[in-house]
T-cell receptor, first 113, second 115 residues
């Protein structure tokens, strides 16, 4: 069965600092990878996705992620964070041909002034 | 382009009761999935509907059931509510064709509290 591990449950950073949120997945077949953001009391908003092609994926709000097949990782990065980036971030994987998303437990990013 | 809308936004039910949650898919999408997100956890897949039939199910008991209608809207029904059913229920729609995933759009969710 697929699983997703988000290595950090909480990440505090200062405004304008870079940030990396880590995600590892387990799968032996082709996968699709996603990062979602969830603001308090809201649903999930898609930040970016990897379906195929270039391993560096650019998303909304200045976020990007790199797919590393050998390390089964899909880490999310932003070179300079803002207070408004404070939210919970979820990494998810879908096995090729399957619509089922398997989520990690989430990483709470807190950006401090 | 309309997004995914869910109703109601909040709901309080008593243990043992039944509940129905509703979801309108994004225009052009043909698949709908339901997820349960307990407090402090990531969403867990409940089931998915494609062409009005269940097309995959997670580790949830039969008292969780669903429907998809010809206009691709959907319902999630939960019978015999338990306290542990308290969670945010998320609906996600997507366009699926021949094994290709085009992405998922989530609604804002229904917060269900069972007392």
């Amino acid at each position: 069965a697929q699983s997703v591990t988000q290595l950090d449950s909480q990440v505090p950073v200062f405004e304008e600092a870079p940030v990396e949120l880590r995600c590892n997945y387990s799968s032996s077949v082709s996968v699709y990878l996603f990062w979602y953001v969830q603001y308090p009391n809201q649903g999930l908003q898609l930040l970016l996705k990897y379906l195929s092609g270039s391993t560096l994926v650019k998303g909304i709000n200045g976020f990007e992620a790199e797919f590393n097949k050998s390390q089964t990782s899909f880490h999310l990065r932003k070179p300079s964070v803002h207070i408004s980036d404070t939210a919970e971030y979820f990494c998810a994987v879908a096995q090729g041909g399957s619509e089922k998303l398997v989520f990690g437990k989430g990483t709470k990013l807190t950006v401090n002034p | 382009e309309t997004g995914v809308t869910q109703s109601p936004t909040h709901l309080i039910k008593t243990r043992g009761q039944q509940v129905t949650l509703r979801c309108s898919s994004q225009s052009g999408h043909n698949t709908v999935s339901w997820y349960q997100q307990a407090l402090g956890q990531g969403p867990q897949f409940i089931f998915q509907y494609y062409r009005e039939e269940e097309n995959g199910r997670g580790n949830f008991p039969p008292r969780f059931s669903g429907l998809q209608f010809p206009n691709y809207s959907s319902e999630l029904n939960v019978n015999a509510l338990e306290l542990d059913d308290s969670a945010l229920y998320l609906c996600a729609s997507s366009l699926w064709a021949t094994g290709v995933v085009y992405g998922y759009t989530f609604g804002s969710g229904t917060r269900l509290t069972v007392v």
